[in-house]
């Protein structure tokens, strides 16, 4: 069982950076690869970024690519999201998850344990 909660969103303005945390409860954070997905209203939850269960290896959906970047330390149980070059596009409450899979996988249908959620509001 593998517990998350996120922190770190908030308001800001177009252009501007905030950073995601998603701390994980356990000892086997470090057995699972790591996703974050978002979801504004009306919208279908979407995959952002997704990382292997060393950091070795990660992924991007292609409308973040280049301005977020995703990373872990397994020493502190914790998953990072750095978003730059925000948009108003971007506004959406955001989740991590893990997936105790081998493969990098970008549905939601995939991974096996979820966060709360943490909003993120991009102001044009």
């Known amino acids: 069982q593998v517990q998350l909660v996120e922190s770190g969103g908030g308001l800001v303005q177009a252009g501007g950076s905030l950073r995601l945390s998603c701390a994980a409860s356990?000892?086997?954070?470090?057995?699972?690869?790591m996703g974050w997905f978002r979801q504004a209203p009306g919208k279908e939850r979407e995959f952002v970024a997704v990382?292997?269960?060393?950091?070795?290896?990660?992924y991007y959906a292609d409308s973040v690519k280049g301005r977020f970047t995703i990373s872990r330390d397994n020493a502190k149980n914790t998953l990072y999201l750095q978003m730059n070059s925000l948009k108003p596009e971007d506004t959406a409450v955001y989740y991590c998850?893990?997936?105790?899979?081998?493969?990098?996988?970008?549905?939601?249908?995939?991974?096996?344990?979820w966060g709360q959620g943490t909003q993120v509001t991009v102001s044009s």
């Open positions: 998850a893990a997936d105790s899979g081998i493969l990098l996988v970008t549905t939601v249908s995939e991974y096996d344990y």
């Open positions: 990382i292997s269960w060393s950091g070795g290896s990660t």
């Open positions: 356990g000892r086997t954070f470090n057995r699972y690869a």
